[in-house]
């Protein structure tokens, strides 16, 4: 099975970028879906952004559109989230997640379809 491991996180004013990084470990990170997912205090955990298995598909959520970029490496068996034009409200720990079984071209949205998660990482966008 695979491992995730977020880094990248940090404190950033309102209108500044940070990228986060899901390294994997284990398996392979192409033969999953993979996502992220952001928690802020006392809120549930969100979706954010997915990539299909073969990297031509992606999607986002409305609250991040035009401002997220999710992308993968697979020579670095790492998956990115560039985060520009930071908010306040985009606080949260950031989790990287993967799906295994997925067809290749399909995403996943549904936080549990996600059957393996990383510990996050701490976003903190200060106004």
């Known amino acids: 099975q695979v491992q995730l491991a977020e880094s990248g996180g940090g404190l950033v004013q309102a209108g500044g970028s940070l990228r986060l990084s899901c390294a994997a470990s284990g398996r392979t990170v192409s033969r999953y879906a993979t996502g992220w997912f952001r928690q802020a205090p006392g809120k549930e955990r969100e979706f954010v952004a997915a990539i299909s298995r073969n990297g031509g598909n992606k999607y986002y959520a409305d609250s991040v559109k035009g401002r997220f970029t999710i992308s993968r490496d697979d020579a670095r068996n790492t998956v990115y989230l560039q985060m520009n034009s930071l908010k306040p409200d985009d606080t949260a720990v950031y989790y990287c997640?993967?799906?295994?079984?997925?067809?290749?071209?399909?995403?996943?949205?549904?936080?549990?379809?996600?059957?393996?998660w990383g510990q996050g990482t701490q976003v903190t966008v200060s106004s």
């Open positions: 997640a993967a799906k295994a079984g997925q067809p290749p071209a399909e995403i996943a949205t549904n936080i549990w379809a996600y059957e393996y």
